[in-house]
């Protein structure tokens, strides 16, 4: 099954943007879902994002959308996760999630129950 690398996590000032990467390592993301999760310090972990990789179909948490942007590049069985106008309070461990199959036909897409598959986790830290 698709193993995932995260990159790209850091320390940004208030205002700035990053993006984070997550590559399928020993095969593709192809009918898979992949998500981005984070949480926060003493917080539950909170869905971002997700991808319905086989047509580049897109949600968003309600409260991010607009800063964030998930995208994914076939040719690099890579999916990003661009974040603008950060803020302290997006300051979190982020992870990349999969799982086979188009969870964003259900509700699970926000659920990290759903995905059987994470990453190691990647640090962002906002400065303010």
């Known amino acids: 099954q698709v193993q995932l690398v995260e990159s790209g996590g850091g320390l940004v000032q208030a205002g700035g943007s990053l993006r984070l990467s997550c590559a399928a390592s020993?095969?593709?993301?192809?009918?898979?879902?992949v998500g981005w999760f984070r949480q926060a310090l003493n917080k539950e972990r909170e869905f971002v994002a997700a991808?319905?990789?086989?047509?580049?179909?897109?949600v968003y948490s309600d409260s991010l959308k607009g800063r964030f942007i998930m995208s994914g590049d076939n040719a690099k069985n890579t999916v990003y996760l661009q974040m603008n106008s950060l803020m302290p309070e997006d300051t979190a461990v982020y992870y990349c999630?999969?799982?086979?199959?188009?969870?964003?036909?259900?509700?699970?897409?926000?659920?990290?129950?759903?995905?059987?598959?994470w990453g190691q986790g990647t640090q962002v830290t906002v400065s303010s």
């Open positions: 991808i319905w990789y086989d047509n580049g179909g897109t």
């Open positions: 999630a999969a799982d086979r199959g188009n969870l964003l036909y259900s509700r699970w897409y926000a659920n990290n129950v759903a995905y059987s598959i």
């Open positions: 020993e095969r593709t993301f192809d009918s898979y879902t």
